[in-house]
C-alpha cells in the first residue's frame, strides 16, 4: 500500500498532496500541518490578494527571476509552467488575471479564493489533514517483512503519536529555524547558508528625507563593490528605500548584505540608465531653451516635483533660479548626485508584500525530474525549503507550484 505524509500544509504541501491523491487514487496521503491552520502565507500573500504566478511562459526566460535555483528549475518549468497553473486553477473554477507588471491575481483579489480552491481540491482527492501535528523526526527502518522491497519511513509526531510513510514530501517552507532542514540535516542532507531575502533598505539621507510615499519609475540601484545592480521602480519609505528595484537588488545580494550587517554603500542613478553626459546635456538643454523659465517650473527628467525641488535643494539651489542662473558649479553637483548618489545603509525591514528565505536544501542532492532526494529514495522536497528563491512578482509560488507537482507526479508514478 502506497502511503504518502506530506510535511507542512503551505502552498506547496497543499499542491503536493492534491496532485499525488489525484495522480493515485488508491494511495493514502496524509498532510501534515504543525500549526493550527493552513495555507496561512497564501492568506497573507500579495497583500491579501495572493500573487499566485507570473505571466511568463518561457522557461528560459522565466529562470531569470530566480537568485537562487533558476538554473535548476528551468528543465522542472520545462515539465510545469505558469500556464499550467493558470490552467490548473482555471479548470477548478479560479480565473486569474494580469496586471500591467505580469504579476497574476485571481481575478476576485481575494486571496482566500485561493485558500478555499486548495482546501477544497484536497477535501475531493481524500487527502487527510493532521492539524497540530508537527513531524518531529524521519527514520527509514527497513521493514521487518522482507518480502516487502519498499522502504518504509517512521515518522515521530509532536502529537505523541508516530506514523509510517512509503514515500515522504517535506514542503516545510523557509525561515531561519526551520523543522525541515533539521529532518533533511537528519537524513544526511546539506543545508546552504541562511539569509533573509526581498528587503528594504535603512537609509539616512538628506535627499530622502519626508519623501514618503513618492515613487520612481525607473532607478538603477547598484552595490559595485559586489558587481550587483538592479533597476526598476523605487518608492520612498520613512526609512529608507523600497519597491520593486530595490527589492531585486536585495534578492540578488542576500548572502552579500547579510555578511555586511546590511551596512553598505548603494550607487544609485536616479534615471535608470542615463549616463552622466545624457544627463548633463538635459540640463544644459534646459538652459539653453528655457533660460527665462525658473528651475522649479520645468524639470528635464519628469522626476516629480518634491523630488526635483529636493534635488535643487541639495545642491543649495533656489527652485526660483532662473534656468539662465543656473551655475556651471551646479550642474556638476545635479550630474553627479542624479547620476551617482552614495547612500549609506544602515539596516533593512522584510518587506510586508513578500519576502523569502535564501538558502536551504542542497540542490545539487535533488533530482530536478522528481523532486526527489539524492541520498534517500523516496524522500521529497518541495518549496521554499529547498535552496531556491525568486524576486518578488509570484515567482516564489510558482517554484513551489512546480516542484510539488513534479514530486506528486512521481510518486503517483511509483
Ligand atoms: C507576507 C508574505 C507574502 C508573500 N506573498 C507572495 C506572493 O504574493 N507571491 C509569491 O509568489 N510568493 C509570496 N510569498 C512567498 C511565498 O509565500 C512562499 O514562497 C511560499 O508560501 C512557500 O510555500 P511553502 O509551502 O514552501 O512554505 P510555507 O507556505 O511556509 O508552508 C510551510 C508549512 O509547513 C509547516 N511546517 C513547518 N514545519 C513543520 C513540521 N515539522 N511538521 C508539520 N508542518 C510543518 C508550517 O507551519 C507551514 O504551514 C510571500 C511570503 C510572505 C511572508
Known amino acids: 500500500m502506497k502511503t504518502v505524509a506530506v510535511i507542512g500544509g503551505g502552498a506547496a504541501g497543499y499542491f503536493a498532496a492534491i496532485n499525488a491523491a489525484e495522480g493515485d487514487p488508491a494511495a493514502k496521503v496524509h498532510l501534515y500541518e504543525a500549526s493550527r491552520r493552513t495555507l496561512t502565507k497564501v492568506s497573507v500573500s500579495g497583500g491579501g490578494r495572493c500573487n499566485v504566478t507570473h ?41 486569474l488575471k494580469t496586471e500591467a507588471d505580469g504579476r497574476m491575481f485571481p481575478t476576485t483579489d481575494d486571496s482566500q479564493t485561493i485558500v478555499d480552491c486548495l482546501t477544497q481540491a484536497a477535501k475531493n482527492a481524500g487527502v487527510t489533514l493532521h492539524l497540530k501535528t508537527g513531524v518531529i523526526s524521519i527514520t527509514n527502518r527497513p521493514e521487518p517483512n522482507t518480502h516487502n522491497p519498499t522502504p518504509n519511513f517512521h515518522l515521530t509526531l509532536s502529537t505523541g503519536k508516530t506514523a509510517t510513510a512509503t514515500h515522504v514530501v517535506i514542503a516545510t517552507g523557509g525561515g531561519q529555524k526551520n523543522a525541515g532542514h533539521a529532518l533533511a540535516s537528519s537524513l544526511g542532507h546539506s543545508i546552504t547558508d541562511l539569509a533573509p531575502s526581498l528587503f528594504t533598505f535603512h537609509i539616512d539621507h538628506p535627499l530622502l528625507k519626508d519623501l514618503q510615499g513618492l515613487s520612481l519609475p525607473q532607478v538603477r540601484v547598484s552595490y559595485p563593490t559586489a558587481k550587483l545592480a538592479q533597476s526598476g521602480p523605487v518608492v520612498f519609505t520613512h526609512w529608507g528605500l523600497s519597491g520593486p528595484g530595490v527589492l531585486k537588488l536585495s534578492a540578488w545580494g542576500a548572502r552579500v548584505f547579510s555578511q555586511l550587517d546590511y551596512q553598505c554603500e548603494l550607487l544609485v542613478n536616479w534615471t535608470g540608465d542615463s549616463k552622466p553626459d545624457a544627463i548633463r546635456q538635459a540640463l544644459e538643454l534646459a538652459k539653453a531653451t528655457h533660460a527665462r523659465k525658473a528651475l522649479v517650473s520645468l524639470n528635464p527628467f519628469d522626476f516629480p516635483r518634491r523630488f526635483w525641488e529636493r534635488l535643487l535643494e541639495y545642491v543649495s539651489i533656489s527652485p526660483d533660479t532662473q534656468w539662465a542662473q543656473l551655475p556651471k558649479k551646479a550642474i556638476n553637483q545635479l550630474v553627479e548626485t542624479i547620476s551617482a548618489t552614495r547612500l549609506s545603509t544602515n539596516g533593512k525591514s522584510m518587506n510586508k508584500e513578500e519576502f523569502v528565505t ?35 512578482g509570484g515567482f516564489n509560488f510558482q517554484a513551489a507550484w512546480t516542484t510539488a507537482h513534479l514530486a506528486a507526479e512521481s510518486i503517483a508514478r511509483a
Open 55 to 95: 505571466h511568463c511562459f518561457d522557461p528560459r526566460e522565466l529562470v531569470r527571476f530566480y537568485p537562487r535555483g533558476g538554473k535548476e528549475l528551468r528543465g522542472a518549468f520545462h515539465q510545469w509552467q505558469p500556464q499550467d497553473t493558470v490552467d490548473w486553477f482555471q479548470s477548478r473554477g479560479v480565473q
Open 358 to 392: 535564501c538558502g536551504g536544501v542542497s540542490l545539487k542532492e535533488i533530482d530536478f525530474k522528481t523532486m526527489q532526494s539524492r541520498l534517500v529514495p523516496n524522500i521529497y522536497f518541495v518549496g521554499e525549503v529547498l535552496d531556491i528563491d525568486g524576486v518578488t
